[in-house]
């Protein structure tokens, strides 16, 4: 993966310094080309456009736009950047913030404290397991489902669905 690396651009949006130099120090050790910072979800999309990264690491709590606001404004984009990878970064992992995430279209979680492997970690995965987009009326970004159910071949994939199909048995 190292030799590959060097090709990538990657964007970090944090409003706390340290973990920004963090984030950075790791990719660029790692041997990733290019890495840019943005304080903000706001200027985190000026500076999507203008570096055109393809993979953002983004903080979930910021001043004057946040995690969440920053992935529903990439994702109404036109164009190919409303399909870069996003890494959220989080120290409130807890099932309502990451729904939310989840349902803005984010493609991976990071929380913190962050550590070396587990920033490489997400990276590897948004690179070499990526999920395929979904276009909907209410949702646009990765497939939120992790895995699929090859026992079930049916068009209702959903168990809240199928309670209301009738079994023959």
Do not use: W
């Amino acid at each position: 993966m190292a030799s590959g690396l060097a090709a990538l651009r990657i964007l970090v949006i944090d409003d706390n310094p340290q973990m920004r130099t963090i984030v950075g120090t790791v990719l660029s050790a790692a041997g990733v080309g290019q890495v840019f910072y943005a304080q903000n979800g706001r200027e985190g999309l000026s500076a999507l456009l203008a570096c055109q990264p393809d993979v953002t690491f983004v903080d979930y709590e910021m001043p004057q736009m946040n995690g969440l606001d920053f992935i529903s404004g990439v994702r109404a984009l036109d164009g190919d950047q409303r399909m870069t990878a996003l890494i959220m970064l989080t120290g409130h992992s807890d099932r309502r913030r990451l729904s939310a995430a989840r349902d803005r279209g984010v493609n991976e979680f990071l929380a913190k404290p962050v550590a070396a492997r587990t920033i490489l970690g997400r990276l590897q995965s948004v690179i070499l397991h990526a999920r395929p987009f979904i276009l909907t009326g209410s949702y646009f970004g990765p497939d939120r489902r992790r895995r699929s159910t090859a026992d079930y071949a049916g068009p209702r994939r959903r168990a809240s669905d199928r309670l209301g199909e009738t079994l023959e048995i």
